[in-house]
């Protein structure tokens, strides 16, 4: 194996040896990891301060690093989920100790699942703290790395400032490595806060990994594929990170097979394609017709829970399996495993396989999403419907959407058409309350000149209230459209179904949205049905945060896996 790009020396200019020579005065152990992480070509982070972390907010004022401070550490990790899903690049997170780094945790786990490459740099008590000693330090953990090491790609403890630039230099490299996930670092509050004569960072280099698929198992997919009656593929958000949505349609057009998109993979496909059975996973018309596949290709997708009908699917033909995460090949489904990352072995794929003619393929996926739309139809969602099409007539094709664990994002899991690759995200992966609105922060830090819109239930907003204050203090483009059904609609829902009632729990006090939005300056309206498209479009134009609370009772259309 080659490790060509690693042996690459770089050259120092002459300033620069002047510089290690004779660093500048006044530097600490926090200079170190801002000097490295802008080496490594951060521009911008996300985070939080904290007492321990003061060192690395201390360098932060002396860099040229643009900072977006939220006011809640995990929200502050949703926003840098985005900035990382958005950008495909390191999204620097940095965090204090104990129950800063902990209010993280479920940001992290969201970033793990969906594969976001977020690195956060966490304080923690003194060095002599370290080794689960019970000292006493404020904010002391017996074991602080423990509640992450589950949770992220990797974990790297730092005790003397000379390692700070290696250990980021790795956890970067961790988690830009195929699949992309987070990473966590952490350095004693005294390594930060300490003088530091060490040289100035310079010409760091941090390559990922390249996973590439074995060429015998390419040669074998290839042939099934090839001399498959009816194949069939479903992307997932593998591709869409991978940026490979131009490979997969252009397989799917050499194979006249059939393209479904998971909820993580939307706008893989183009959605109006003749060949798009578009993302109906939770169907049993789409369920039936993947089932029937006599080589089903699944590429970026662990079919898991959601992407398998809740777990109704069984397939009868072959599948070949295309995964940078290891461990999800044949988790769920006996497959052809190959361990690649997406783009890498579509291409290949795109080369080895032979072109097949099947002027029938066109006509199949017509009619199953025929029987789709008269299953929906026969149960009278127009509100639902027409909501969603307000969004979709709303919003610009090239601007980026966030969705909370909300009725109108489970709809949308299904029924939006994404339109581009990587313009659609949402907290499926982990499946926690109060991501759209932080998350839509991150995506705009990362882009201004774009609006953003962020779409929760009133339930998941109440997660985000603070965060108001950063749109407005940053006035960042973030459209936030709040349904309000005066609790977890959701939750009522499945309780409903499943046990007859609901009860108290579901339903909830909340405060008049529009006012308290604008109480942070930030303009705000109250909509209704039939005026949503056309307020959404004017809030999407206007510059800075805005907010758009429909006041509405949705329902889910009807499952097929009961």
């Known amino acids: 194996m080659s490790h060509d790009h690693h042996d690459e020396r770089p050259e120092l200019t002459p300033a620069q040896i002047a510089a290690a020579l004779d660093p500048p005065p006044g530097r600490i152990g926090g ?122 790609k990797s974990v790297h403890t730092v005790r003397t400032a000379s390692q700070i630039p290696s250990a980021i230099a790795a956890a970067w490299e961790s988690a830009l490595t195929a699949p992309h996930g987070p990473v966590w670092i952490e350095i004693p509050e005294d390594v930060l806060s300490a003088p530091t004569t060490l040289p100035v960072v310079t010409a760091m280099d941090a390559t990922p990994r390249e996973v590439h698929a074995r060429p015998e198992l390419i040669a074998v997919a290839a042939r099934l594929l090839s001399h498959a009656e009816r194949p069939a593929v479903i992307a997932g958000g593998g591709v869409v990170r991978s940026d490979a949505s131009g490979k997969l349609r252009a397989l799917a057009e050499k194979l006249a097979a059939p393209v479904v998109t998971t909820y993580g993979g939307k706008g893989a496909f183009p959605w109006e394609h003749p060949l798009s059975l578009q993302s109906w996973m939770e169907d049993r018309h789409t369920t039936d017709f993947l089932e029937d596949a006599d080589v089903l290709l699944v590429v970026g997708s662990g079919l898991g829970e959601l992407s398998s009908n809740y777990y109704t699917f069984a397939p009868r033909g072959r599948i070949v399996q295309i995964d940078a995460d290891a461990g999800k090949l044949e988790a769920n489904h006996p497959a052809l495993g190959i361990h690649a990352d997406a783009r890498d072995a579509l291409s290949d794929l795109l080369e080895a396989v032979t072109p097949r003619q099947d002027p029938a393929a066109a006509e199949r996926v017509t009619a199953v999403l025929g029987r789709v739309r008269e299953r929906i139809a026969a149960q009278e969602l127009t509100l639902e419907q027409d909501a969603l099409a307000a969004i979709r007539t709303a919003l610009p094709d090239t601007a980026p959407s966030f969705w909370d664990m909300t009725i109108l994002a489970y709809w949308a899991w299904a029924a939006f058409d994404a339109r581009r690759p990587n313009t659609m995200h949402s907290a499926q992966g982990a499946g926690g309350l109060g991501y759209a609105f932080p998350a839509a922060i991150g995506a705009a830090a990362a882009d201004p000149t774009k609006p953003v819109l962020a779409v929760s239930g009133d339930g998941g907003a109440m997660y985000s209230l603070a965060e108001l204050a950063t749109a407005r203090q940053y006035n960042l483009p973030v459209t936030w459209l709040i349904v309000d059904d005066g609790g977890y609609g959701i939750l009522r829902t499945y309780m409903n179904d499943a046990f007859g009632e609901s009860g108290d729990a579901t339903e909830l006090s909340r405060p008049d949205f529009v006012a308290l939005a604008e109480s942070f300056g930030v303009p705000a309206v109250r909509t209704s049905p039939t005026a949503l498209a056309d307020d959404l479009a004017r809030s999407l134009a206007r510059p800075g945060p805005c907010v758009v609370v429909l006041p509405a009772v949705l329902r889910m259309f009807e499952p097929t896996h009961l």
């Open 31 to 152: 200079d170190l990891v801002i000097e490295t992480l802008q080496g490594l070509g951060a521009t911008t982070v996300f985070g939080l301060p904290g007492q321990h972390a003061l060192g690395m907010f201390d360098a932060l004022r002396r860099s040229s690093l643009s900072y977006v401070g939220l006011r809640v550490e995990n929200n502050a990790g949703f926003a840098a989920d985005a900035y990382g899903r958005i950008t495909g690049e390191v999204a620097p997170l940095l965090l204090s100790t104990g129950p800063g780094a902990l209010t993280s945790l479920a940001a992290l786990q969201e970033s793990a699942a969906a594969s976001a490459p977020v690195l956060a740099i966490s304080s923690q008590v003194p060095a002599a703290g370290l080794g689960g000693g019970r000292h006493g330090y404020l904010h002391e953990l017996r074991d602080q790395q423990a509640s992450f090491r589950d949770i992220v």
